[in-house]
C-alpha cells in the first residue's frame, strides 16, 4: 500500500493558531519556529531552482508572520548566492513581534508589491496571506494576485505558496476573492482542511507538510476528530483472512437489484462486494430480472424477491449482515418500502449501504429516511454524490449555503445518524460521533459509469466482514480511487476491481 506523505490529523485554522500558541508558551520562541519554517521554505525554492536552472527569485511578503516567514527565507536563499530581491504590500514600520524582526534581518531592499516586475524572474515565494485569512481579499490585492497567476501561466515558471496560497481560506477550501495558483505548498506541522477540499485544493499544486518544531503532544490539547483518509487511518481495522477461516465467517453481503432493464448496477455492486472479501454474495433479484441476472454471474447467487415482502423473507436468514441498495433500484414507493424493511429494527445485527434510486427515493420525505436511518439494527453508510446530497439534504443545503463540504457532510451525519460517503473529488467521509476525513488525492478516470456502483459494493463487502463503519467507509474509498489511478486511461466500471492495489 501507499505510504501517506502527510501526518495523518488534519487542522482547522483555528486549531494551528493554537498549536502554535501552546508551542510558544511551552518555551519554544515563536522567531525560532518562523526560522525553522523558513529553512523548509528556502530548501523547497533551492531544489525547484536546481531543477528548473533558475536563479532569479522574488519574495512577495504580507502583513503578518506568513510575511515574516518570506522575508527569514529570503535571506536564507540570498546566503545560498540565488537572486532574490523582496516587496511587500504594507511599510515594513507597519510589522509587529516576530515578522517585525524577520523583516529587519533581511539586508537588502524592499520594495513595493504593488507595482512589482516579474520580468526575468524565475520563481516567485507568495508570502503574502497564510491559513489565518478571514476575509475576502480587497480590489487591490485581488489584481495583485491576477498578475501573478498570468505571469506563471504566459511564462511556465513556478509559485511557491508560503503555508497555503494566498486568497485560499484554511479551513474551507473557498476562494476569498482571488487565489494564488501555486506549483508547490509549503505547510506546517499538520496539513489544513482547506488544502484538501476544493476549491482550494486545486491552487495548492505539491503539498509539502514540513515539521518546524512543533511537538506531536500539542494535539492532545486540540480535540482532533478529522483525518487524511490515508491507509495508516484504516490499516490495522482491515480485516485479514484467517487459516482457520471459511467463507461464512467472512460474511455474507446481499445486494438489492432493480427490474429487468436496470440491473447492471447490482451486478456491478455486487461482484464488487466479492472482490472486497465477502465470503458470500447474494443478488436479491425481482422475478422478472431473474433470468437476466442469473445468466450474467457465476460467483454471486441470484435470489427472488419482489418488493418488500420478498426481500423480508431473504433477510430471515441471519447470516446476511451486510446489505446493499440503491444502484438501479429505481425510484418508487416500492424502493423506499424495501429501504425501510432493511433498515427495520430486528433481532439480530445487520449493516446497510444506500446509495443512488435508495436515497433519491426519499427526497420528497427525507425526514421519512432519517427515522429508519436512526432505528437501524446496525451502521448505515449513505454513499451520495454532490447532486444527490444536494437533493437529499436540500433544507441542510439552502439554510447553509457558506459550510464546506466537510461542515455539510458533519451536519448530514448527525441529522441521518448515518455515515455520510460524500463522494467527489475531494470525497468527504462523516460520522454521526464527529469523526470525519478527507481523501487526499482522486483520478479523473472515475468519472465514469458505474464506478458509484461499485464503491457501494467495496462498502458492503468490508462491512460484511464486519470491519468498523467509518473506517471500512474509508478504506473503500481509499481502495476504489487506487485502483482506479492504478487502472489509468480507458477505466470502465467492471475493471475496478481487477486492478492490483
Not at 2 to 31: H, K, N, W
Not at 68 to 89: M, N
Not at 411 to 425: R, W
Not at 475 to 498: N, Q, T, Y
Amino acid at each position: 500500500m501507499t505510504v501517506s506523505p502527510y501526518p495523518r490529523e488534519l487542522l482547522s485554522t483555528q486549531q494551528m493558531a493554537f498549536a502554535d500558541r501552546l508551542t510558544i508558551e511551552s518555551g519554544v520562541p515563536g522567531l525560532d519556529l518562523m526560522e525553522q519554517a523558513a529553512a523548509e521554505i528556502a530548501q523547497v525554492t533551492s531544489q525547484i531552482l536546481q531543477k528548473t536552472s533558475g536563479r532569479r527569485v522574488l519574495v512577495i511578503c504580507g502583513p503578518g508572520n506568513n510575511g515574516g516567514d518570506g522575508y527569514a527565507a529570503a535571506r536564507r536563499l540570498r546566503a545560498q548566492r540565488y537572486k532574490v530581491r523582496v516587496v511587500s504590500i504594507n511599510p515594513v514600520t507597519e510589522l509587529r513581534g516576530d515578522a517585525a524582526s524577520a523583516a529587519a534581518s533581511w539586508p537588502g531592499e524592499i520594495g513595493s508589491a504593488w507595482d512589482a516586475d516579474f520580468q526575468g524572474v524565475d520563481l516567485v515565494i507568495d508570502a503574502l496571506f497564510g491559513t489565518g485569512l478571514t476575509r475576502d481579499l480587497d480590489e487591490r490585492a485581488i489584481g495583485l494576485v491576477e498578475r501573478l497567476n498570468k505571469w506563471r501561466r504566459e511564462t511556465g515558471q513556478n509559485i511557491v505558496s508560503v503555508d497555503i496560497p494566498s486568497g485560499v481560506d484554511g479551513t474551507t477550501g473557498g476562494i476569498r476573492g482571488a487565489a494564488v495558483e501555486a506549483d508547490t505548498t509549503v505547510t506546517f506541522f499538520r496539513v489544513k482542511t482547506g488544502h484538501l477540499l476544493l476549491p482550494g485544493r486545486l491552487c495548492c499544486g505539491k503539498l509539502v507538510c514540513a515539521h518546524i518544531g512543533i511537538r506531536a503532544s500539542a494535539l492532545a490539547s486540540l480535540a482532533v476528530d478529522t483525518f487524511v483518509n490515508e491507509a495508516e487511518l484504516w490499516r490495522q481495522a482491515l480485516p485479514a483472512p484467517q487459516i482457520e477461516g471459511h467463507k461464512y465467517s467472512r460474511g455474507h453481503a446481499l445486494v438489492v437489484s432493480g427490474g429487468a432493464s436496470f440491473t447492471g448496477a447490482a451486478r456491478l455492486s455486487a461482484l464488487a462486494a466479492l472482490r472486497a472479501g465477502a465470503g458470500l454474495v447474494t443478488l436479491a433479484s425481482p422475478s422478472d430480472a431473474l433470468v437476466v441476472n442469473a445468466s450474467a454471474l457465476t460467483s454471486v447467487m441470484v435470489r427472488p424477491a419482489d418488493g418488500s415482502v420478498g426481500l423480508s423473507a431473504l433477510l430471515q436468514d441471519e447470516r446476511k449482515n451486510a446489505i446493499a441498495l440503491g444502484p438501479g433500484l429505481g425510484v418508487s414507493e416500492t424502493s423506499r418500502q424495501q429501504v425501510e424493511t432493511v433498515l427495520a429494527p430486528g433481532d439480530y445485527f445487520r449493516a446497510c449501504v444506500l446509495d443512488a434510486d435508495a436515497l433519491t427515493s426519499f427526497v420528497d420525505d427525507p425526514e421519512r429516511l432519517w427515522r429508519a436511518t436512526r432505528a437501524a439494527p446496525g451502521p448505515v453508510v449513505m454513499t451520495p454524490h454532490g447532486g444527490e446530497f444536494a437533493r437529499l439534504f436540500s433544507d441542510l443545503t439552502k439554510a447553509h449555503i457558506q459550510l464546506s463540504k466537510l461542515e455539510k457532510a458533519r451536519a448530514a451525519a448527525k441529522l441521518s445518524g448515518a455515515i455520510i460517503l460524500y463522494k467527489g473529488p475531494d470525497t468527504v467521509i462523516a460520522a454521526p460521533d464527529g469523526r470525519a476525513s478527507i481523501l487526499p488525492w482522486a483520478t479523473p478516470w472515475l468519472a465514469t459509469a458505474g464506478s458509484g456502483d461499485v464503491l457501494t459494493g467495496i462498502v458492503a463487502g468490508l462491512l460484511a466482514q464486519r470491519m468498523e463503519s467509518f473506517l471500512a467507509a474509508n478504506c473503500a474509498v481509499w481502495v476504489h480511487a487506487r485502483a482506479a489511478e492504478i487502472f489509468g486511461p480507458g477505466l470502465i466500471a467492471d475493471e475496478i476491481g481487477r486492478a492490483h492495489v
